[in-house]
């Protein structure tokens, strides 16, 4: 009943910039936390960025001055503006929400992925 959708994703040169945004949709009664995860070929899935429903934010070590998520919850949607981009960046990027559906229970739920490659 809950899905949601990344788009932004692409190629780049390292030090650029691009903007990722995740935009949910369904029967949503609210969303809680919502958060940008990657995964890089032979490696594990990584938390990249969170933030709450109060707009408090969390960000990897390896991100962290370079990255920014926000969120506008008019549009169910969670961004994350990625600068300064380096070929280490390059991953399928995630979107995740905690959403409270019907019945008040909250659900993790989880994008398709989109693909950033980070290359000269």
């Known amino acids: 009943q809950v899905q949601l959708v990344e788009s932004g994703g692409g190629l780049v040169q390292p030090g650029g910039s691009l903007r990722l945004s995740c935009t949910a949709s ?9 958060s940008w995860y990657r995964q ?9 960025a969170k933030i709450t429903s109060g707009s408090s ?11 920014t998520i926000s969120r506008d919850n ?3 949607t969670v961004y994350l ?3 300064s981009l ?3 960046d390059t991953a399928v990027y995630y979107c995740n ?9 909250w659900t993790d ?3 398709q992925g989109t693909q950033l490659t980070v290359s000269s």
């Open 26 to 34: 369904g029967s949503i009664f609210s969303i809680g936390a919502m």
């Open 40 to 48: 890089a070929p032979g490696k594990e899935r990584e938390l990249v």
């Open 57 to 67: 934010t969390n960000y990897a070590d390896s991100v962290k001055g370079r990255f």
């Open 74 to 76: 008019a549009k169910n």
């Open 81 to 83: 503006q990625m600068n």
């Open 86 to 88: 380096k070929p280490e």
């Open 97 to 105: 929400a905690v959403v409270r559906t019907s019945g008040g229970a």
């Open 109 to 111: 739920f989880w994008g």
